[in-house]
């Protein structure tokens, strides 16, 4: 449309006084939240935010977040003030049936003064409750000219298909139908499936899957104490004291051959109870059984890109495609390494089966989506990009001190410099 050259005919001459009522658009990214948490409560938050000013006008609510106590939401909206400003950014926790139950608040200030530069700066808020809030904040001067407006109308476009495509993401990824508790809160499909619990699944053995069906408590405790009440403890007693006494007045040693001298004991019979009931090692699974966990997740996803194909265009669907991708790796890395934080984290490490198993995953679902190089797959230049080479190059430094990791990262980050 050359807004270029149509805005260099522009006749409008601002006022001299104008910059004095003159309209600063703040463009405000809610990012995440950190360390949040419910009063009184172990269950994790289910977590949204809104922006209001002093007068109580809400100017953004975010999506919600559900069982989190790190939510992130990566949404924007643009705020025009005319001059500084004050703002409150609420977080709640969602409740079904009622008022929404308080999380925390922070307050946060646009003052055009300090963004005269038009860079964008994050802006960290202490909630007055626990945790804070994380904001990335931009501004840029309103003008009355056409670039301006069209580059408006541009970003609320871009914002608009980038929520459609998250809106999308969201609906594959939190609408386990199958898996719903009974307080119609619904478990994430990703984080469900792509979970420590299927990684112990994996490796637990197939003879211990099973528990008993039901359990009597009353019976139980019967037996316990039944059993208590039938031990004599003066017997026990003696015979103990007479184990002692047996063991100290042995006039007989035992001293450990010389290792030059010491014999093996001979093979034992393959057909003797001692090998038949001694416990057999489980070997590693293979790659049928770690593909086999995650299979619902695949039946999941193929039934909902199948449904999408059929209403995206082709550019739509490798977006949302892309984002899917996207949200696999952020809960991939979840699961094996702790969030990047100040404080400490008391998540447990994996073992090297389990983290065989989940970067196994990570390249059985890249060929899900690769699709043995389809047109209607993902290209390869996204799926393999730098954050999934970073998470398999984990597997390398996943087992190193916490020194040994310092050093290497403040001699690399020496190195760039």
């Given amino acids: ?37 419910l009063d009184g409560s172990a269950k994790l938050p289910d977590s949204f935010v809104i922006i209001s000013d002093e007068h109580g006008n809400r100017y953004a609510k975010t999506r919600t977040i559900y069982d989190d106590a790190d939510p992130r939401w990566d949404e924007t909206v643009d705020i025009p003030v005319r001059g500084t400003a004050w703002f409150m950014a609420t977080v709640r926790h969602r409740v079904l049936a009622g008022k929404h139950d308080l999380l925390g608040r922070a307050y946060l200030k646009l003052d055009p003064s300090q963004f005269q530069d038009l ?119 003696g015979k103990l004291t007479a184990a002692y ?72 669907m490798q977006s949302v495609m892309a984002k899917l991708w996207k949200q696999i790796l952020m809960t991939i890395e979840a699961l094996i390494v702790p969030p990047l934080s100040d404080k400490p984290s008391h998540m447990r490490a994996l073992t090297d089966g389990e983290l065989d198993i989940a970067l196994k995953w990570l390249k059985f679902l890249r060929d899900f989506f690769y699709v043995g190089g389809d047109e209607s797959g993902v290209s390869l230049s996204v799926l393999q990009n730098a954050k999934f080479n970073e998470i398999l190059s984990v597997r390398i430094y996943y087992d190193w001190k916490t020194d040994d990791l310092m050093e290497v990262s403040w001699s690399r980050g020496r190195h760039v410099m």
Avoid at 9 to 31: G, M, R, S
Avoid at 262 to 290: C, G, H, V, Y
Wanted: aromatic share 8%.
């Fill in 245 to 316: 006494k047996s063991a100290i007045g042995t006039p007989e040693y035992s001293i450990p051959l010389p290792p030059g001298e010491d014999r093996p004991l001979p093979p034992m019979p393959a057909d003797s109870p001692a090998t038949a009931n001694a416990p057999q090692r489980r070997k590693p699974p293979t790659d049928a059984e770690i593909e086999s966990a995650i299979h619902p997740l695949f039946d999941y996803l193929d039934a909902n890109n199948h449904t999408l194909a059929s209403t995206l265009s082709r550019d739509a």
């Fill in 1 to 37: 449309m050359r807004v270029d050259d149509l805005a260099a005919y522009d006749p409008i001459e601002p006022a001299a006084d104008e910059n004095q009522h003159q309209t600063f658009l703040f463009t405000v990214k809610i990012v995440l939240a950190e360390g949040i948490a």
């Fill in 119 to 237: 860079i964008s700066r994050d802006v960290l808020l202490p909630l007055d409750t626990r945790g804070h809030l994380l904001m990335r904040i931009s501004m840029e001067g309103e003008r009355d000219d056409i670039q301006f407006h069209f580059g408006r109308a541009f970003r609320w476009l871009k914002r608009t298909e980038s929520d459609m495509i998250r809106t999308f993401v969201d609906k594959v990824g939190c609408a386990w139908c199958a898996i719903a508790q009974a307080d119609a809160q619904m478990t994430p499909v990703l984080r469900h499936t792509l979970s420590r619990a299927s990684l112990k699944s994996v490796l637990k053995p197939a003879g211990n899957n099973t528990l008993p069906a039901s359990l009597d408590y009353n019976e139980a405790l019967g037996k316990i104490s039944a059993a208590y009440r039938s031990v004599d403890y003066n017997e026990a007693f």
